[in-house]
């Protein structure tokens, strides 16, 4: 895979680049996405960069795992839109339970639609959808390690 192939079945399956694995990370990351498949996709390609994760198909599943685990989680990956619930308002729970994390948002929406959806609560990092796994990889090194 190279750094113009967007995230997908396929995408998966090809070969990666040097870039995608020349950085590991640890920890456990919560991914928050809607769709099944690309929350699936983004899941099993955490632990190739030494991370875990875990994933929720909207806010409300979220905020159940966060609770249950607050300390577990070293980083958020969330898209923008979700069921039956803001990504403001989880993220505001998220964070009365862990103000530190780090967020990344993973969306199809410009910066700013970000901005207006997301008010005054901070964003750490942001991958425009459709992105690749080398793209992802580089978002979440630079806001994990700096």
Do not use: C, Q
Not at 57 to 82: K, Q, T
């Amino acid at each position: 895979m190279n750094a113009h192939t967007p995230l997908s079945p396929a995408s998966m399956a090809a070969p990666r680049s040097a870039a995608w694995m020349e950085w590991k990370g640890s920890g456990r990351v919560l991914v928050i996405e809607d769709d099944a498949a690309v929350r699936m996709l983004v899941t099993r390609a955490l632990p190739k960069l030494g991370f875990t994760a875990a994933g929720a198909g909207s806010g409300a599943e979220a905020l159940a795992l966060m609770r249950a685990l607050p300390e577990d989680y070293v980083l958020i990956l969330s898209d923008l839109s979700l069921p039956g619930m803001e990504a403001a308002e989880m993220i505001r729970g998220i964070r009365d339970l862990r103000p530190e994390i780090a967020l990344i948002l993973m969306t199809g929406y410009p910066r700013e639609r970000i901005r207006e959806k997301m008010g005054d609560i901070h964003v750490n990092g942001f991958v425009p959808k459709p992105f690749t796994l080398d793209t992802l990889a580089a978002e979440i090194r630079s806001v994990l390690a700096p």
